[in-house]
């Protein structure tokens, strides 16, 4: 089951501006007429219900939205980049591969997110007339659009698991109560990937049911099959611990212990989730036995037996379950925060760029989209330099450097030019 993997996504670039001038009869004095560069793609991820891993993916290395294309003479505006959306199964986490950071949480059937936002097109030079410059040569550039390292991670959305070591019956339960086929056969790790099915109940009510591939000791440090699927377990509302009681290849008291020390170990949450316990094989010899040492080790907890060849004491399972599921269902919308109606109020923009002094009257800003910027100027057009050094007193870099104590005549490094300061 393909459940994690790494992909990289790149919105698009912004078109550049124009740089045109109208020639047209009766405009004898003409003008600028630069049009204004399109926008860049975005990069969307949407639920698929149709999806169940995140196979499809796996060669995926990178995707890529378009480029906004250039302004065009007479104002016209260059076309927009076309968006990309990539399909992922319900209940997909989307982190920053780079800091961990989560990103979307896809819970919703065809919920939809923007993850990489696409590059504003570059104004044309019509929108640079000025009094003083009523010919302008300088058109924007298009802004970069974000580009991320994901990392996705599938988390099935189920409302009760089954765990518990291997061979001790949980896929034998899942295809006795749901109409799901998994493999199934008398050796350890025959489930290799997480099963599910859904539990219709004679009373009208239904819970999704899933088989988490067996536990072994030490699976929260990666040993067996265990650490790559415990994950999964994080979304059930409710556990059904299935145990052995027949005691031919195992002993239920130490299993119990050690499946709660692996719950605890992976996440301390897990070990409060409400688990139904099941000792199941009771149609075996010595079984009886073994239950009643079990129930003296736990006189608190309420046990379920079963044989699941036999389809016996499977009822009285699924309702425990499903009313376990209704009040955990039911503190899950009174704990979810109501939605309020939300109040903009105008925020200063933090600033996208860092001053640094680097000693002897030199300094350096620090910022790639100023850097993004200073690539695209041809500093032998007065009017590129002109409009570059507007931009940088609009961004605030010049007040930033004077804070800073840069004086008249100080060295100023921006990208890989090195430049003179002046007020």
Wanted: hydrophobic fraction near 40%; include cysteine.
């Amino acid at each position: 089951m393909i459940d994690l993997i790494r992909i990289r996504v790149k919105a698009g670039d912004g078109g550049k501006g124009c740089v045109a001038w109208r020639h047209e009869k009766f405009y004898a004095n003409g003008g600028p007429f630069g049009g204004d560069g399109g926008k860049g793609g975005n990069v969307y991820i949407e639920v698929d219900t149709n999806e169940t891993t995140l196979t499809k993916l796996r060669y995926t290395k990178s995707v890529k939205a378009g480029n906004g294309a250039p302004g065009l003479i007479k104002k016209m505006h260059g076309a927009d980049g076309d968006d990309v959306i990539i399909k992922v199964p319900l209940g997909t986490m989307v982190r920053n591969a780079k800091n961990g950071d989560l990103m979307a949480d896809l819970v919703k059937p065809h919920q939809i997110v923007l993850i990489a936002k696409g590059g504003k097109g570059g104004l044309g030079n019509a929108h640079f007339a000025t009094a003083r410059n009523d010919a302008p040569e300088y058109a924007q550039p298009g802004e970069t659009g974000q580009s991320f390292e994901l990392q996705l991670e599938l988390r099935l959305l189920a409302d009760a698991g089954l765990i518990g070591f291997p061979s001790v019956g949980k896929s034998t339960f899942l295809s006795v109560v749901t109409a799901a086929r998994p493999q199934i056969a008398a050796y350890p790790f025959t489930t290799l990937e997480p099963n599910i099915g859904v539990v219709n109940l004679k009373d009208g009510r239904s819970f999704v049911l899933a088989d988490m591939p067996g536990l072994i000791e030490g699976a929260a440090e990666g040993k067996g099959l265990g650490d790559e699927f415990l994950r999964h377990i994080r979304r059930c509302r409710v556990l059904i611990h299935v145990l052995d009681m027949s005691g031919e290849e195992r002993d239920p008291l130490e299993d119990y212990v050690i499946i709660n020390q692996e719950l605890a170990s992976y996440d301390g949450e897990l070990a409060k989730r409400p688990q139904i316990i099941v000792a199941n094989k009771m149609d075996a010899e010595g079984a009886s036995e073994n239950l009643k040492k079990f129930k003296a080790a736990h006189p608190d907890l309420k046990i379920y037996e079963t044989s699941t060849m036999k389809h016996e004491g499977l009822d009285a399972v699924l309702y425990a379950a499903m009313d376990a599921i209704s009040e955990a269902r039911k503190e899950e919308a009174e704990n979810t925060p109501k939605e309020e109606v939300v109040v903009y109020r105008y925020t200063p923009k933090r600033p996208d760029f860092e001053i640094i002094n680097l000693g002897n009257r030199k300094w350096k800003v620090q910022s790639d989209q100023v850097d993004r910027l200073a690539d695209t100027v041809d500093f032998n057009k007065e009017e590129d330099t002109y409009a570059f050094a507007a931009t940088l007193q609009k961004m605030g870099i010049d007040k930033a450097l004077r804070d800073a104590g840069a004086e008249n005549g100080d060295q100023v490094i921006v990208g890989s030019y090195i430049m003179d300061f002046r007020d």
